[in-house]
């Protein structure tokens, strides 16, 4: 579970960097249809839900965080190791960000069986995994008691049902959407409203909002998401609106605008909370922007195709030139490596060897613990206590000092050759220089690691 939070919060930090690109845009594009800036957050939806995306000279990412890792096609701020580092580190992408954050990770403790870091992992992916479950449970419970509302709605035509329990007209359902208005609308009220909502139907609205919350439960901790869910609604709405006019002209502003408002005064209550249902924005910003559109020149909406078009292709490309060997650098790699020896799991090894070093470590296990082997490694006596790392290029060296209860002190090293395959680095090489040599008494156990 671990490894899947640290996955989301690897995407959710990228997904934040092209928020804030697409709320500064989005102030550039107030002239334009609002479609333009709806089908923005598609870059940030993108962002959200894959992993992995295509490298590009083109990212815009790369103005944005230069030094982020990108190996495997996945942007890395947060290695999916750093539970088992001697020294935890992130890299935000931004020199500042970096430096608080580090400051405050917990070491590693080389006589311990866990390290803190580990622990806040996955206490973090615990909390993490609980707040999915209260979001989608409450909109669960929101959305059985909207349909239990319209229960007794009455069918007028088509898709369309009228209740005398509801205020203000939405539209839900998945598979067949319905349009619920309120009774005693005017023929006016019922024109403007039914456009609207068809067009929601026709552009597949009632499902994109539901998918898009639903990857706003997998990123909750995030308050970008939850800015971004907020204006890509109001952006869903406003262009629906504009879709409107473009159909019944600019004579149906003020009848417009008045429904609109007439609709907000007459509403006791939201829609059980239901992020599920459309119909409830923000009724003033929506009532300024349909008196104030106007149909926008050709001029305008071909730049805002340019700017819609660059924006989409530069912020779901991974900046270019960084795959080889950028990925979990060795030092990096050394520190998994040697702490997963003091935790006696080999499995943060073994997922760093190449298959032919994973084949070899395979049959060392079932050599040590027949065809029932685990990812134990290391022995119960004598245990690691503290550990130091020297590198050489793509080499690095791991000394060990070891403890007994008595107490008595031994030495143990272990070299380590890293080769990028596949655009990742992988442990294409290890073995032990030296194992259990005694530790002189004399010498203070502060002089290893120093």
């Known amino acids: 579970m671990t490894a899947w939070f640290t996955a989301i919060l690897n995407m959710s930090i990228t997904a934040s960097y092209v928020a804030v690109a697409v709320i500064i845009v989005r102030l550039f594009l107030r002239k334009v249809p609002r479609t333009f800036s709806y089908v923005l957050w598609a870059a940030v939806l993108v962002r959200l839900i894959l992993p992995v995306s295509y490298s590009s000279g083109l990212s815009l990412l790369s103005l944005l965080v230069p030094n982020v890792q990108t190996g495997s096609g996945a942007m890395e701020y947060v290695s999916g190791q750093i539970g088992l580092m001697n020294t935890p580190v992130v890299n935000i992408g931004t020199d500042i960000v970096n430096q608080v954050v580090n400051a405050s990770l917990p070491p590693a403790t080389p006589a311990g069986s866990v390290n803190s870091m580990q622990i806040i992992m996955e206490l973090a992916a615990v909390v993490w995994l609980v707040g999915i479950v209260l979001l989608l449970g409450y909109s669960v419970v929101s959305y059985l008691k909207l349909l239990d509302r319209v229960r ?87 262009s629906c609106d504009e879709s409107v006019l473009r159909k019944l002209g600019n004579g149906a502003k003020a009848g417009y605008s008045r429904s609109l408002l007439a609709f907000s005064v007459k509403r006791r209550r939201p829609l059980s909370g ?13 009532i300024n922007n349909i008196l104030n559109y106007k149909k926008p020149k050709v001029g305008a909406v071909a730049a805002a195709c340019v700017v819609s078009l660059v924006f989409m292709v530069g ?41 032919a070093m994973k084949e070899q470590f395979k049959q060392e296990q079932i050599t040590k613990s027949g065809q029932d082997w685990n990812y134990n490694i290391g022995v119960s006596s004598p245990w690691v206590v ?65």
């Open 152 to 238: 007794t709605a009455t069918l007028v035509d088509g898709p369309v049902f009228e209740s005398d329990r509801v205020t203000t007209p939405f539209v839900y359902g998945f598979i067949r959407p319905r349009i619920v208005i309120p009774v005693g609308l005017s023929d006016n009220e019922l024109t403007y409203i039914l456009e609207h909502e068809l067009t929601h139907i026709r552009r597949r609205d009632y499902l994109i909002k539901p998918f898009a919350f639903l990857v706003l439960t997998l990123h909750w901790f995030n308050p970008l998401v939850w800015i971004s869910f907020m204006l890509m609604s109001k952006d869903m709405e406003m």
């Open 315 to 355: 912020f779901t490309a991974n900046p270019a030139g960084k795959q080889e060997g950028s990925v979990d650098q060795p030092g990096k790699l050394a520190s998994v490596w040697a702490n997963a020896l003091v935790s006696r799991d080999g499995h943060p090894r073994y997922e760093m060897m190449s298959a």
């Open 274 to 286: 239901s992020p599920l249902a459309f119909g409830e924005s923000s009724i003033h910003a929506r």
């Open 386 to 450: 503290d550990y130091k790392i020297h590198m050489e290029g793509h080499t690095a060296r791991i000394t060990y000092l070891t403890q007994t209860s008595e107490p008595a002190h031994y030495q143990t090293e272990e070299s380590l050759t890293f080769t990028v395959e596949d655009g990742k680095l992988v442990v294409t090489e290890y073995h032990t220089v030296y194992e259990d040599r005694l530790f002189s008494a004399e010498a203070s156990i502060s002089a290893f690691s120093s």
